[in-house]
């Protein structure tokens, strides 16, 4: 398996700081070799194939960035796809003619092209003979299903192969197109919204992980429909879910709670036995919010959080009713306050309200 350097992960993550402590001597000594790197990298743009091996001949170091270069012929394209660094920067080319792409399809690594606007027919099946380990389109906003289709045909031998693509809007049929693609990272962050139909045809997808970072909003049914997704799901732009959604994203193998998702909760989606293990879930294990457990349905609520794997933090409880308390109790590793310190309230389902009497076992905690 090939592996990704620290000098791809900044040409892919350019925009993102980078602190360096004082003392951290090996990285500042790699980060300052990075640097002079990048002033080696750029080289002015061949327009004919003797330039090409020429320029090829005279280059130093693992990525090349070819300044000013708008067009290029195949001919051109074959030999500067003969370059044996990691990355191959033609960012400046707005379109790409089948030949052309054929060409470049046969470099082993990093192919960025996100100057590419356009992607027909004809371009996306020159391009899915591309056997590298990043190919970057990420200037391609719209993607009909032929063009999918045929991007589609992408059959990466490499263990750790990603496909970007900037596409702002996706239907079902390129969708489903796209669903079986052979790699192992789907990069769509430029998706800023996607429908049931489409997040469904996407979780067929059979590699590793799909990169809907550019998703700020979902609904539960388009929520049900990602999480059957079997990979891994980083959805970063996902800043804050009603109640059902989220209890929709927990049971998504690839959804993890450090991506600090917010859960609201409001008349129309209350804290529920429902939703009170996804909310457990995604605060992984610390209901600071939770200040009393007083609906109708509160014993039923505790019981589910009481499942919870892992600890549960009520740190900021004040009201809860006996029967409720005892449910919540049953959790082994809970973490509520003192209770002599709680107020205990009468049973919220109009249920007898009983003394309530700590077990010995709770005691010795």
Known sequence: MRTVSLAFLTVLCCSVPISVKAEDNSLQRDLGLRAKALLKRKQPAPRTP???????????????????????????????????????????????TPDSA????????????????????????????????????????????????????ISSTNDC???????????????????????????????????????????????????????????????????????????????????????????????????????EFDAANPLSPETALSYAYWSCGRLDCIEAIDSPDAVAIAKALATKKGPLSLPNLKKISPKTLSALIEKEDIDIPLIESLELIPEPDGSPTEDFVIPEAFQKK
């Open 50 to 96: 003797e330039e090409a091996r020429v320029m090829l001949a005279k280059h130093e170091g693992r990525e090349l960035e070819l300044e000013g270069l708008d067009a290029i012929d195949a001919k051109t394209a074959q030999i500067v796809a003969g370059f044996r660094g990691e990355v191959l920067m033609l960012d400046g080319l707005t379109a790409l």
């Open 102 to 153: 054929k060409a470049l399809a046969s470099y082993k690594g990093a192919l960025l092209l996100n100057g590419v606007a356009t992607l027909d027919v004809e371009t996306a099946t020159s391009l899915a003979a591309f056997n590298g380990y990043v190919l970057a389109l990420c200037g391609v906003k719209k993607l009909d299903a032929l063009s999918a289709k045929a991007l589609a045909g």
């Open 161 to 263: 192969c990603m496909l970007a693509l900037g596409v702002t809007e996706l239907d079902e049929a390129a969708a489903k197109s796209l669903a079986n693609v052979r790699v192992s990272n789907l990069i769509l962050d430029g998706l800023t919204k996607i429908d049931p139909p489409v997040a469904l045809a996407l979780a067929r997808f059979k590699g590793a992980a799909i990169h809907l970072n550019g998703l700020s909003s979902l609904d539960p049914a388009t929520a049900t429909s990602l999480a059957k997704f079997k990979g891994i799901l980083p959805l970063r732009g996902l800043k804050k879910v009603d109640a059902i959604t989220a209890s929709a994203l927990a049971k998504a193998p690839g959804v993890s709670p450090d991506q600090n998702i917010e859960i």
